[in-house]
């Protein structure tokens, strides 16, 4: 989709498009990439067709299938594979001394949707989002885990944390968490 990796597109200028990050081999879920090729009518207008053609042409596409890591990068990152908002949508984990990272990406794009009953219009199969997003927080929530974000405008990494009492999941915004800055 244009805002999972439209990023790797230089700003339109009136030229012909182009990638940007000229050194990055750029990691694609085998799934994903072929929702790409043969996008379904729903979601077709999410992804932006030169982009597809420029990771094709480029020579530096690296397609993953399944969680393990492709040779490209450190042997302890891994890789979930969620089908709820995209189907083949990677989510990067990344291992850090206190906690892993993850990069939910649009499965879980900001604090709000943190909230486990909560998904938005774009996704293709929302029960099945609630499911993977269950999971994902109760992982996280037992390890220490963060998740950045995304689309949120205020909070770009926070802590998961569980209530038990209420049974919720919630983000600590604040201590622990990178605030974005105001632009």
Not at 36 to 60: I, M, Q, T, W, Y
Not at 74 to 91: A, C, E, K
Not at 119 to 139: A, C, N, S
Request: charged share 20%.
């Amino acid at each position: 989709h244009f805002d999972h990796a439209g990023g790797l597109l230089a700003a339109w200028d009136g030229e012909p498009a182009r990638l940007l990050f000229p050194n990055a081999q750029i990691v694609v879920g085998r799934e994903a990439w072929q929702r790409a090729l043969n996008p379904h009518p729903r979601d077709r207008a999410s992804f932006v067709p030169e982009l597809v053609a420029l990771l094709e042409s480029c020579g530096r596409l690296v397609l993953v299938d399944g969680e393990q890591p492709p040779a490209c990068l450190p042997p302890d990152w891994r890789f979930s594979v969620s089908h709820g908002h995209t189907p083949g949508m990677l989510l990067a984990e990344i291992p850090m001394p206190d906690g892993p990272v993850v990069f939910a990406a649009d499965l879980i794009p900001g604090a709000p949707w943190v909230h486990v009953p909560i998904t938005m219009g774009y996704d293709r199969f929302p029960e099945q989002l609630i499911d993977e997003k269950r999971h994902l927080l109760q992982r996280l929530a037992g390890v220490h885990g963060r998740l950045f974000f995304t689309h949120d405008p205020a909070v770009a990494c926070a802590p998961v944390l569980y209530d038990a009492q209420k049974q919720r999941f919630s983000v600590m915004a604040g201590q622990g968490s990178l605030q974005r800055q105001a632009s």
